[in-house]
């Protein structure tokens, strides 16, 4: 259910040792909301943010880290804008607005993404917001409205993500699947989505393209389920890769907007 935004906020004493009431709360908003928000002690050195939330994360259960191209200490990535080289080419590495998507939307089955945590050391100077909305409240709307929308989203060839290669190699294969289905390894409702009209194909079907019409539709509205919020620093978000949006954001130069992102196969009530 929606809440307010103030309910669904942790405050950690110690992020190496969590309390039992701190651990329960975390699971208990993951579960009803599919997101939990946290807030620690400022620190000074990135190291000791590093370490502070990769130990949050292992003591929730995400241990299994996705070890992706620009993953760096124990599977965390840092969030900034890329000056130059191949990392520039990610819009997550840049300054620009990032459309809805779910994480690792083009890894293969095998490899899903099934829940991240985003931690902010440095906020930008102005932008950088994030919004969400849970992928199941999605389907659920969807499906009130119409079922054969939700129908058309679970075509299983329905979302197509080519291959990416870098001087003709291949660095990602090709992926192909539903947008909405039931993950086996967990059996619950899961997606993976991508707004970007770019490197994306979508199944040549009107009741595909209609569907998918309808969720931008329903994304770019306004609702109860949905989520917009600003992270301070030392602020950080939980979920099972919930649906998540960007603004686009302007950096201080002296102190650039730094995020910490880990990426896991499991999810983080997977335990409860």
Same mark, same amino acid.
């Given at each position: ?6 309910? $669904?906020?942790?405050?950690? *004493?110690? =992020? ?13 908003? $993951?579960?009803?909301?599919? #997101? ?37 200490? *124990? ?16 819009? =997550?590495?840049?300054?620009?607005? &990032? ?12 490899? !899903? ?6 931690? $902010?050391?440095? %906020? ?11 992928? *199941?409240?999605?389907?659920?709307? &969807?499906?009130?409205?119409? %079922? ?22 291949? /660095? ?15 059996? *619950?409702? +899961?997606? /993976? ?33 949905? #989520?917009?919020?600003?992270? =301070? ?5 939980? $979920? ?7 603004? +686009? ?5 002296? !102190? %650039?907007?730094? &995020? ?13």
């Amino acid at each position: 259910a929606a809440g307010k935004l103030s309910d $669904c906020i942790v405050e950690i *004493q110690n =992020p190496l040792l969590l309390s039992s009431a701190e651990k329960n709360q975390i699971f208990a908003l $993951c579960k009803n909301a599919n #997101f939990a928000l946290f807030q620690i002690q400022p620190m000074g050195e990135i190291a000791e943010y590093e370490r502070a939330v990769v130990s949050i994360n292992t003591q929730l259960g995400l241990l299994d880290f996705d070890k992706h191209l620009y993953a760096k200490s *124990q599977g965390l990535a840092h969030i900034t804008q890329a000056g130059s080289g191949n990392q520039a080419k990610f819009i =997550p590495y840049t300054n620009k607005n &990032l459309g809805w998507h779910t994480d690792g939307y083009y890894n293969s089955a095998q490899n !899903r993404i099934r829940a991240f945590s985003l931690f $902010c050391v440095n %906020p930008a100077k102005t932008g950088g917001e994030n919004q969400w909305i849970d992928a *199941q409240m999605v389907y659920l709307l &969807l499906h009130e409205k119409n %079922p054969d929308i939700t129908k058309a989203l679970t075509h299983p060839e329905a979302l197509k993500i080519p291959e990416h290669k870098v001087n003709s190699e291949v /660095r990602r294969e090709a992926s192909t699947g539903a947008i909405f289905f039931i993950d086996e390894k967990t059996n *619950q409702l +899961s997606m /993976r989505y991508t707004q970007r009209k770019k490197n994306i194909e979508l199944l040549n079907s009107a009741e595909i393209i209609q569907a998918v019409a309808h969720l931008d539709e329903l994304l770019n509205s306004k609702t109860d389920y949905h #989520f917009s919020h600003l992270m =301070p620093a030392g602020q950080g978000i939980l $979920c099972n890769n919930i649906l998540h949006k960007r603004s +686009s954001f302007t950096d201080d130069k002296s !102190r %650039p907007r730094l &995020l910490l992102r880990g990426r896991y196969f499991n999810r983080i009530n997977a335990k409860k």
